[in-house]
């Protein structure tokens, strides 16, 4: 099993925690949301760009997402929020709830048949939530494309696509340090992964749709759906010294019990 990190590529024995990246997911821009509640809690803050890589500013990339949309989310609804463009982010304000969603409809035909991806439409979507959950979520209808944590664990996730759970689909995970793992939804579209460091998390999923269609006078052959979780460990192994190689501390293994 190959461990990368954002430096370094090494070799490590199968237990290692965070393995390589599959090559579709390698350099490829996201949005993403982050918050602070303690240094502002009426803002959030939409990224775009790879989370251990680069975040994209305007003037450059970043001027690529339109015009993004935010809500704060709940079972009983749904508020959208203001969304203020800035040269590094796009900072969200208003009454922000442990649940919060934004997607970007705007992004222009991309030609990715280089790629074997053929012409496609990129939608991009993101949630940033509380965690661990006491309460199930339930499915929004803001993300076509969703990431919620399964309610009651702490090593669970299910992947969404109009509202019901996504099989045998790729993921990647982000951990605080720089490690990156790849894996795929089971049958019921969950996906099984310790979070044992402190930090910020982000998952990522991408799915093509089989639909065609024109947007802004360009015809594509199908839409590619992305869409980014991100979490915050409070608690857990302190990410500092385990990134690029560290041994010892980074290694941990998958949980071994499958979701409920």
Not at 69 to 83: D, F, I, P, Q, R
Request: proline share 7%; net charge positive; glycine share 10%.
């Amino acid at each position: 099993m190959k461990i990368i990190s954002a430096r370094a590529r090494i070799t490590w024995a199968t237990t290692v925690f965070f393995a390589c990246l599959a090559a579709p997911y390698a350099n490829a821009h996201y949005i993403w949301l982050e918050r602070n509640d303690k240094a502002n809690p009426q803002e959030a803050r939409l990224y775009f760009g790879e989370v251990a890589e680069v975040r994209e500013q305007s003037p450059g990339r970043m001027d690529d997402i339109k015009g993004p949309k935010a809500w704060a989310v709940s079972n009983a609804g749904s508020t959208e929020l203001a969304v203020r463009r800035t040269q590094k982010y796009f900072a969200i304000t208003g009454v922000l709830s442990p649940q919060l969603v934004a997607i970007e409809a705007g992004y222009e035909v991309r030609d990715l048949s280089s790629s074997g991806i053929g012409i496609v439409k990129p939608m991009y979507y993101a949630r940033h939530s509380a965690w661990p959950l006491k309460q199930a979520l339930a499915p929004g209808k803001e993300l076509k494309l969703d990431i919620q944590p399964v309610a009651g664990r702490t090593d669970s996730f299910v992947v969404l696509f109009d509202g019901k759970p996504l099989p045998k689909n790729k993921a990647v995970i982000y951990a605080p340090n720089d490690w990156e793992k790849e894996y795929k939804t089971n049958d019921a579209g969950q996906l099984l992964m310790a979070l044992p460091w402190k930090g910020q998390y982000a998952i990522e999923v991408i799915f093509k749709g089989p639909a065609a269609g024109e947007f802004e006078g360009k015809k594509f052959d199908a839409y590619r759906h992305r869409a980014v979780l991100t979490v915050v460990q409070a608690g857990g192994i302190d990410p500092k010294g385990t990134g690029g190689g560290a041994s010892g501390v980074g290694m941990m293994a998958d949980p071994a019990t499958p979701p409920e």
